[in-house]
């Protein structure tokens, strides 16, 4: 006996297969987009709109693909001008405030030594020689009471090597007065010809300038004969020494302290005169 099929049975009965495949695949799109669909009679293909809206535009993807093989590194001049985000580098952080900073120029430049002034004279404690050979302890002596060092004239003799011959040169007096006074800050000049060069000349007037200046006297190793500014003549052929105390019209005159006659013992005489006075000596400065 056969029963009669209700419609809804026949209808599935009745459609292909790809009909309910596709009925399906719209009734999942629908869902999705939020829309209720109600089943209807009409087939629906593959290359409808329900495969459009399942499948991928082909022909979007194949533009995608040329995209990015347009912009592989084998095509560098393709790759896209957009600049990633700079990386900070040695010369960006040095822009930052901190390092434009100007450095502060108390600590980056050393302090200019204030100017000699243009006159000076050393407190000293004079001493005429004790011996008609102690000039060079004497001068020596009157030139450590600069710096507040007192010794005998007998002591600096010892030091000195200083005999009935004398003293033997500027480079004695240079090696005791550094001695004593506990710095090296004294040093030989020799003016071996028999007149002083305007070199000469100018280097002593600077070097009396720059010791006495810093409060160092110097002791000057001189031979023959010289007139001081006040018209003074002085004369040791055999040679002798003695100190300079101080100076004025910035070292063009200096002031002499002269341990062989307490009478006569300080006298100005011009820096050129005492530059040839010392002519085959020298001095300790």
């Known amino acids: 006996m056969k029963y009669p099929v209700p419609r809804p049975f026949t209808l599935f009965r009745t459609r292909r297969s790809y009909q309910v495949t596709a009925s399906a695949a719209v009734l999942v799109v629908a869902s999705t ?97 004790t011996t008609f050979y102690y000039c060079g302890p004497a001068a020596t002596r009157i030139a450590l009471t600069a710096r507040d060092v007192v010794r005998s004239q007998d002591d600096l003799a010892r030091r000195l090597h200083t005999t009935e011959a004398g003293t033997n040169s500027a480079e004695d007096t240079t090696r005791v007065l550094n001695d004593l006074v506990g710095r090296d800050v004294y040093r030989t000049r020799t003016i071996p010809g028999g007149a002083a060069t305007p070199a000469q000349m100018d280097r002593l007037q600077a070097d009396v300038v720059r010791a006495v200046g810093s409060g160092y006297a110097v002791v000057v190793n001189i031979a023959g004969s010289a007139t001081d500014v006040a018209g003074g003549w002085h004369s040791y052929p055999g040679g002798h020494y003695l100190t300079v105390v101080g100076y004025r019209d910035n070292g063009r005159t200096v002031k002499i302290a002269d341990p062989a006659n307490a009478a006569a013992g300080s006298y100005w005489m011009t820096s050129i005169s005492l530059a040839h006075w010392a002519a085959t000596r020298g001095y300790s400065a």
């Open 33 to 129: 987009a939020g829309v209720l669909l109600v089943d209807t009679d009409t087939p629906v293909r593959r290359d409808d709109t329900v495969a459009t809206a399942a499948e991928p535009d082909r022909s979007t993807a194949a533009s995608r693909h040329r995209d990015r093989a347009s912009a592989s590194p084998a095509n560098p001049s393709a790759v896209a001008t957009t600049p990633p985000a700079a990386a900070a580098t040695p010369a960006t952080r040095s822009a930052s405030p901190a390092a434009t900073r100007s450095p502060d120029p108390d600590l980056t430049t050393s302090p200019t030594p204030p100017k000699p002034p243009a006159s000076k004279v050393l407190d000293i404690q004079y001493q005429e020689q």
